[in-house]
């Protein structure tokens, strides 16, 4: 199984890299979002900083969306042949999975100073924790999308499902997510090791929940 | 005593709202299992002579 | 089941009695405590609901006979559980205007209940978006069984998020006279009985569907298509 995922994420990273299908929409996205909260909360106030944990982590959720949804929609669009194929659907979603959290950590790499340069608030001062944050984050929304993902490949509509199925499902890692940022912030710190256990926990969880349910994709 | 009133208003609504609810979605699933019921017999009605020849 | 059904309706009739008359008024909680009769009902039955879709869905990948007929039960359990936790929902904003003074407070109780009813919403819809019958089902169990696992984690996020924020309220430790006791469990008892025929009502509903669209087959394929 794991030799038939890394065999299947080479090939999408290849083509990735290739045709960068996937991160250039979604990373213009993301920083349009920043630019539309400029407007729409008239950014460069000191206003802002309260609410700055909530928009990065809503904008690079928003954006990782674009990114997580168009994984399976490859496949989807090219006939369905890779999920035809007699592979095992656990490294299908490995695949994509692996596939998934690299693009959503590049995706976050270039919006977090991105929305901290546009809405004008300074990142937290403790970088490892921040990153530490990050990474639990994006990787728990890859994994929860990529199972999302998985389950919608086959209906109609898959773009719209998608978003309705994924985002209340992801709302404890957003909390997470945006209460540990806010701890970061120094808005009642000693929360923050609560939080990214939380987050730890959503990823752990939904990574290996999926992975034991999908062999029973392959029979139909 | 208008604060009362105001309460069994409240009360009086939210009943009416459960029973509602629960009114729409029976006749909804009983007029379709009817409508549904009533496709399969007039198949029935069809099949049977067409059975026996 | 037949007769089971004839059972909810005096112990409706039994339970708005007890609820609306027979209960004495608590002083300190005011007329409209007494939404909380048909609200605590509504929102077991419907966490039971989750529950019987939660299992029947592990019943649809783990057993090799009866998948369809447990598929109809699961799809018809979340569908009364969405139409329980609606009435929850409204029963319970209603009460929360005159109790704490706004419809919506962000209560993890109440926040939870919100997600759960987004998230079986989501089940709903991709069962109607996918066509093949056999893949729904195996599709849609998987999806229950994960979302299923996600419901304790949203209640302890949404609990963790609450406790930093200031409090809106804090939970009046109510005290459950007997007579209190009575009527609450007649109204679950209502509740459950009515949740149970409805459930069997719309998988019968299904299966005659079904049976409608075997038949077009069949005399499609006497038709000789």
């Known amino acids: 199984m794991l030799r038939a995922a890394v065999w299947l994420f080479w090939k999408d990273l290849s083509l990735e890299l290739r045709g960068r299908e996937l991160l250039l929409p979604a990373a213009i996205f993301g920083l349009i979002i920043a630019m539309l909260y400029g407007f729409a909360f008239d950014g460069g106030q000191q206003v802002l900083r309260p609410m700055f944990p909530g928009l990065l982590w809503l904008g690079i959720f928003f954006s990782s969306f674009l990114a997580v949804g168009r994984a399976f929609g490859v496949e989807a669009e090219a006939g369905q042949q890779l999920l035809m194929a007699p592979i095992d659907r656990g490294a299908i979603f490995l695949s994509k999975l692996a596939l998934n959290i690299l693009l959503t950590l590049v995706l976050t790499a270039v919006l977090t100073p991105a929305f901290s340069l546009l809405l004008g608030v300074a990142l937290p001062h403790a970088t490892w924790l921040f990153l530490w944050t990050l990474v639990l984050g994006v990787v728990g929304f890859a994994a929860a999308g990529s199972a999302m993902g998985a389950l919608t490949v086959q209906t109609r509509l898959r773009e719209l499902l998608l978003p309705a199925l994924l985002l209340p499902f992801t709302s404890p890692l957003l909390l997470g997510a945006v209460n540990a940022t806010n701890a970061l912030y120094g808005k009642n710190p000693s929360q923050l090791g609560s939080w990214l256990w939380l987050m730890a926990a959503f990823d752990g969880i939904f990574t290996l929940v999926p992975l034991l349910l999908f062999e029973y994709l392959t029979e139909v | ?53 | 089941m037949r007769y089971v059904r004839w059972l909810s309706l005096p112990l409706w009739v039994v339970g708005l009695y007890l609820a609306l008359i027979w209960v004495p008024d608590v002083r300190a909680l005011g007329v409209s405590y007494r939404i909380f009769y048909i609200h605590l009902g509504m929102a077991w039955t419907a966490l039971l609901a989750m529950t019987a879709n939660f299992v029947l869905s592990l019943l649809v990948l783990m057993r090799r006979k009866g998948k369809m007929e447990t598929d109809r039960f699961a799809q018809a359990s979340a569908e009364v559980g969405i139409l329980m936790t609606t009435a929850t929902l409204a029963s319970g904003m209603l009460w929360a205007r005159v109790a704490w003074g706004a419809f919506w407070t962000w209560d993890p109780r109440l926040t939870t209940t919100a997600i759960m009813w987004f998230l079986y919403i989501g089940y709903l819809l991709l069962r109607q978006a996918m066509d093949d019958e056999t893949k729904r089902r195996v599709y849609s169990a998987v999806y229950a069984l994960i979302i299923f696992v996600d419901v304790p984690i949203v209640y302890l996020s949404v609990r963790w998020w609450r406790s930093i924020h200031p409090v809106v309220f804090t939970d009046t430790g109510m005290n459950i006279t007997p007579q209190m006791f009575i009527a609450v469990m007649v109204f679950f008892f209502a509740t459950l009985v009515l949740a149970l025929d409805l459930i069997y009502l719309r998988a019968f509903q299904d299966k005659v569907r079904q049976e409608l669209q075997e038949r077009r087959a069949r005399r499609l394929g006497r038709l000789g298509y």
């Open chain 2, 1 to 53: 005593m208008a604060v009362e009133k105001q309460f069994l208003e409240y009360v009086f609504f939210a009943y009416s709202a459960v029973f509602i609810l629960i009114f729409l979605f029976v006749t909804n699933v009983w007029r379709r299992t009817r409508d549904l019921q009533q496709q399969v017999d007039a198949m029935r009605d069809d099949e049977e002579p067409e059975g026996e020849a």
